[in-house]
């Protein structure tokens, strides 16, 4: 018998995140909707603002039991904006055909709706042996400086990190059981300016092009094979994606060249390295030059063990698929949290995640919810 306080329906709950129009930074309601719902089945709830007073990031961990083993639903509660032309209304999150609407229900409002569905059932049903606790963050879709990153920095700080954390973003490519990401790929961008001397195209004695020194220098970095890939990732790659030189004269050496590049970079790599490789490059073929880089996130892979290998179980046993394990994609929190933890991602399709009319079959909310409760079972929970 359901106990009217327990959300053992993810397609409610869903619906009711839905309809709060939380498009980052807005929250509109969610965590608090959220958090009153999992105090009512137990939990403590955290709540973990971070950023300027004015306009804080909102973050909340919840946690039930105590000791080992220790098992973290992360997720987010932000969505992206809508834009325009939907045949449904965005945050109705309306029902037809047997899908499900909304801005978010893929990514990832559905996924953390079937973890709290699966937590409650699983409550419902035995004693709780050892922790389970979430970690929601309102700012994974924006800047993501004030959401997963401290938050997860709190939990270390508290003794609070989780034996497994599982991330309930959209992996699945095209049906539920696709896929499970194991780890994901760095991300570094540099942006490079090399200073020359200006001068007329007739007398380049007197001048020093600073595009002929640039192009030498992508040459080298484009010429390097990174790698070749490692056991669970495909080669990292460095894409050049502008050069800018901006000279409306024919007859004008310029001052100035600027390029910037993008590098996704596999477990054999850091950013810090790869960052120590450019600058060292662009020295050489270009004295005056200034390199700036952003790494927005280092690879991080979680080795295939007891917990991963749960969760395949788990999939397989609900949806009779085996799950791929796979690193590929964009970067996720995942990367926070793998500084801490290990993490695993396993959520809903995300074929129509960021689109317009963005839904998921209403049976895959069943299926996920199932999904979670038999993984958490698997654990030793
Ligand atoms: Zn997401």
Not at 25 to 50: R, Y
Not at 196 to 218: E, F, K, S, T
Not at 294 to 323: K, Y
Request: aromatic share 6%.
């Amino acid at each position: 018998m359901s106990s009217p306080s327990f959300p053992t329906d993810p397609v409610a709950l869903a619906q009711d995140l839905i309809r709060c129009q939380s498009v980052t930074p807005a929250d509109d309601g969610a965590q608090a909707l959220l958090a009153s719902v999992l105090e009512k089945m137990g939990f403590e709830v955290t709540h973990l603002p971070f950023g300027p007073e004015d306009a804080p990031t909102p973050n909340f961990y919840a946690r039930i039991g105590t000791g080992s083993p220790s098992l973290c639903f992360a997720g987010h509660t932000d969505v992206v904006p809508p834009g325009e032309g939907w045949a449904h209304d965005p945050f109705s999150a309306e029902i037809h055909d047997g899908r499900l609407y909304g801005r978010g229900i893929a990514d990832m409002k559905g996924g953390v709706a079937c973890s709290v569905a699966a937590i409650a059932r699983f409550l419902e049903s035995r004693p709780l042996k050892g922790t389970i606790s979430l970690l929601i963050t309102g700012d994974e879709e924006g800047p993501a400086h004030f959401g997963t990153k401290p938050v997860i920095e709190w939990l270390a700080a508290h003794g609070e990190v989780p034996d497994f954390c599982l991330l309930g973003e959209p992996t699945n490519p095209a049906a539920l059981g696709d896929t499970i990401k194991i780890g994901r790929r760095g991300s570094m961008n540099a942006e490079i300016t090399v200073r020359g001397v200006q001068g007329h195209v007739a007398y380049p004695h007197l001048a020093d092009n600073p595009i002929h020194r640039l192009l030498a220098a992508l040459t080298e970095l484009t010429g390097r094979c990174l790698d070749e890939g490692t056991e669970w990732f495909s080669p990292s790659s460095l894409q050049v994606t502008s050069v800018d030189v901006g000279n409306p004269a024919t007859n004008v050496i310029p001052a100035d060249a600027r390029a910037r590049l993008n590098i996704r970079f596999n477990d054999s790599h850091t950013g810090a390295g790869l960052a120590d490789w450019i600058r060292d490059v662009v020295s050489r073929h270009a004295p005056d030059s200034d390199v700036k880089i952003a790494i927005s996130g280092e690879a991080f892979l979680t080795q295939p063990g007891p917990a991963v290998n749960c969760l395949e179980q788990a999939v397989q046993d609900v949806t009779g698929r085996r799950p791929k394990l796979d690193t590929g994609g964009g970067t996720s929190d995942a990367r926070f949290i793998s500084q801490h933890c290990a993490v695993a991602e396993f959520g809903l399709v995300g074929a129509t995640m960021h689109k317009r009319d963005e839904h998921v079959d209403v049976s895959t909310l069943e299926d996920l919810t199932r999904i979670y409760l038999t993984f958490m079972e698997r654990f030793g929970l």
